[in-house]
């Protein structure tokens, strides 16, 4: 069995190229999904491509895969799709696309298989698989895809001045691709990007967010960035970031480029953490930074208050992008504001008191917030960048026994060994501590509700069974009980 036709040697692929063949039309699977097949990564959709109407595909093998699939048809787009398994079935009629220079939409028409392989972006997106039983595991690959996958380029099969300016999106797939994958973009394809840069503008929000997301989730998105900065594509995507570039100088006196200093930290928290709102809160923690920028001869650069600054431009930058507006977006807010706030509590003395601030500040987002301030140590003197990752490590101590101790008191239980000795009547002694330790037991394993009355009720339980009487009148009145002092 060939290499490919064992990549796809599973019953849906030989049902569905089953279906095809009663049908008499010729159907394979195509672009992203052979892309990440060949290279061993998993993908949640499948494309089906077939000459001929892809809906009625759709249709004959949603019967012959069950009774109960339904089809999603979207009619003007000649598509449809359907849910197997947690997969998502996309068919499609093969079809050829021509571009007016004044309007956004193709003009699509019926077509080869050879022209719906051509009017795809990348020759890594441009291959497929053939499914028919006579021919099944055939490569299609017009435009020497194999060879690029291999080899780790980003090349478009055709004309890349054409390509880009048809669709500007494909830019930023380019980008997104290098980023994802760790690919280099070939140097004609990069040089059309540069040149069609301009043809951003027409681009929907919506569209752009999507592969901004998937730069954001990479291993290492600074490489797309730094790929949207040659290209001269930033401006369009994220205007601020794009500000924060370059080093002025006074008097002798520069301050860091904010916008690679950014870069190394958006890297520095991906490698720590995969949750995409922290790696957002990295990419914007200095973006107020342009805007409060000052300089006097007494301290040099300044940037006052850049961090709420920085955190009041969070909403407008998400709202044009059409990021979430919610919870996602209060924690970026919250850790660009509060970035400084862990290295100045390491500056002066780490106090109980300070840190329970902080924690009760940053609340569940406490630990993402000393990744972005370690992550924010970019200090190239090493000496310097020791010293304060190990004075974040007694930070991180210090929330850790903040926690603990707060954790202790949360479970404390309900009622004291005096409350004991007055509801049975007892002295201090060996009983009393029984009762006390086992009430204790429970109250820590959450065996009781965390409540007065659970906590009466297990005690006059436990007491019958040792032959001890309690009566719940004679407990002292709560709140006229003097409060036991908890220290800080
Ligand atoms: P992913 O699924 O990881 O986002 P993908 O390449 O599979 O990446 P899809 O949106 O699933 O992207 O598209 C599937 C295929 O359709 C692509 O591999 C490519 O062949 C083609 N395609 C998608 N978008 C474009 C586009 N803007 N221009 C040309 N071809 C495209
Ligand atoms: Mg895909």
């Given at each position: 069995m060939s290499e490919y036709k064992q990549l796809i040697d599973k019953p849906i692929f030989h049902t569905i190229g089953r279906v095809a063949d009663g049908m008499g039309r010729e159907a394979y699977v195509v672009g992203g999904f052979v892309r990440d097949l060949l290279l061993g990564r998993p993908s949640k959709d499948i494309d089906f491509v077939t000459v001929g109407s892809g809906i009625d595909l759709a249709r004959a093998s949603a019967r012959a895969l069950g009774q109960h699939i339904k089809v999603t048809v979207f009619k003007s787009f000649g598509t449809a799709r359907l849910a197997w398994h947690g997969t998502e079935l996309e068919f499609v009629g093969a079809r050829r696309e021509s571009y007016d220079?004044?309007?956004?939409n193709p003009i699509v028409e019926d077509g080869t298989l050879d022209e719906d392989i051509a009017r795809r972006d990348f020759t890594i997106n441009a291959m497929a698989l053939c499914i028919?039983?006579?021919?099944?595991?055939?490569l299609v690959d017009n435009y020497n895809g194999l060879d690029d996958l291999k080899a780790g380029i980003i090349r478009t099969p055709l004309d890349p001045d054409i390509t880009f300016s048809d669709d500007p999106l494909r830019i930023l797939r380019a980008v997104r691709f290098a980023t994802q994958l760790g690919f280099r973009i070939a140097p004609e394809t990069l040089m059309a990007m540069a040149r069609n840069?301009?043809?951003?503008?027409?681009?929907a929000h919506e569209r752009i967010k999507d592969e901004l997301q998937k730069i954001m989730a990479s291993?290492?998105?600074s490489i797309g960035f730094v790929l949207m900065m040659k290209t001269g594509v930033l401006p369009y995507v994220l205007p601020e970031l794009e500000a924060m570039s370059g080093v002025e100088t006074r008097h002798g006196r520069g301050h860091k480029d904010n916008f690679y200093h950014t870069l190394e930290v958006l890297d520095n928290v991906a490698a720590r953490t995969s949750d995409i709102w922290t790696r957002w809160g990295a990419l914007l923690h200095d973006i107020g930074k342009p805007v409060t920028k000052q300089w006097d001869a007494?301290?040099?650069?300044t940037f006052h208050n850049h961090n709420f600054v920085g955190s009041k431009m969070v909403p407008r930058i998400f709202r044009r992008l059409g990021l979430p507006l919610g919870e996602e977006m209060r924690k970026v807010q919250k850790l660009v504001e509060l970035h400084m706030r862990p290295i100045a509590l390491v500056e002066d003395e780490v106090t109980d008191s300070a840190v329970r601030r902080l924690a009760n500040y940053a609340e569940e987002d406490l630990e993402d917030l000393m990744i972005l301030a370690r992550a924010?140590?970019?200090?190239?003197?090493l000496e310097k960048k020791q010293r304060f990752l190990e004075n974040f490590d007694i930070v991180d101590e210090k929330i850790r026994a903040v926690r603990a101790l707060d954790l202790d008191r949360a479970f404390?239980?309900?009622?004291d060994g005096f409350d004991i000795m007055a509801m049975f009547g007892l002295p201090q002694g060996r009983e009393v501590g029984t009762l006390m330790k086992e009430l204790t037991r429970v109250s820590k394993d959450c065996e009781?509700?965390?409540?007065r009355q659970a906590a009466i009720d297990f005690l006059l339980d436990l007491g019958t069974r040792m032959g001890l009487h309690g009566d719940?009148?004679?407990?002292?009145d709560p709140a006229t009980k003097p409060k036991k002092k908890t220290s800080n």
């Open positions: 220079r004044n309007s956004r028919n039983a006579d021919r099944f595991g055939a840069a301009g043809r951003m503008t027409i681009l291993p290492k998105p007494k301290n040099g650069w924010d140590i970019t200090s190239k003197n404390r239980p309900a009622l009781i509700e965390p409540t719940p009148s004679l407990l002292p």
